[in-house]
């Protein structure tokens, strides 16, 4: 559970300080997800990367890993109504405003299942650290587990890159989710 909470805490600022440089434009990211009114829209965007960034601190050094484990579950998983809602609705041209906020490429500007899908996977993490929780550790076992934790986030965004470079901002599990959700749609 140590790795974990550590992997989530590098997550949740990795994601966290792009959206800390653009505030007004997250601001706009979050009410373009049509779920909040305007001034609550723009209230969330300017105060959820700052608790991106605190929940994701304590969940590296503790000694409050629960509760912050359960913050960030709820965060995930407001992130996966969000994006779930919004691809149900078959809106896909939004910018997730996850880790790649404000690319200048326009990588990060469609939503697709993966994202939901990764969203989903962090929150249940995270509601495992805060089920089982953290046991105490000395200094030295820290130090290890920040450092393999940042090694595991770099390869996640390494491989996130050179998927993107490859195939293209879609993602081939997109398209397998998306005829899911046509389905689900015709049996209704």
């Not at 790649?100 to 969203?119: L, M, Q, S, T, Y």
Request: charged share 15%.
């Amino acid at each position: 559970m140590i790795l974990v909470s550590g992997l989530l805490g590098l997550v949740l600022i990795v994601a966290a300080l792009p959206k800390l440089r653009t505030a007004a434009a997250f601001g706009k990211t979050v009410e373009a997800y049509g779920l909040l009114p305007g001034r609550l829209a723009h209230a969330v965007g300017r105060t959820l990367p700052w608790a991106e960034l605190v929940t994701g601190a304590t969940l590296l050094t503790g000694p409050l890993w629960r509760t912050a484990a359960t913050a960030a579950a709820l965060m995930f998983v407001a992130f996966t109504a969000g994006l779930t809602v919004n691809l149900m609705r078959g809106r896909t041209d939004l910018s997730c405003g996850c880790f790649a906020f404000g690319a200048v490429d326009g990588a990060a500007e469609r939503i697709g299942w993966f994202h939901a899908a990764r969203a989903a996977a962090l929150a249940g993490l995270a509601t495992t650290v805060a089920v089982l929780g953290v046991p105490a550790t000395d200094t030295e076992d820290r130090l290890v587990q920040l450092v393999v934790a940042a090694g595991l986030v770099g390869v996640g965004v390494l491989a996130a890159e050179v998927r993107t470079v490859l195939t293209g901002p879609s993602d081939g599990m997109d398209s397998v989710l998306s005829r899911a959700r046509s389905t689900l749609r015709e049996v209704r």
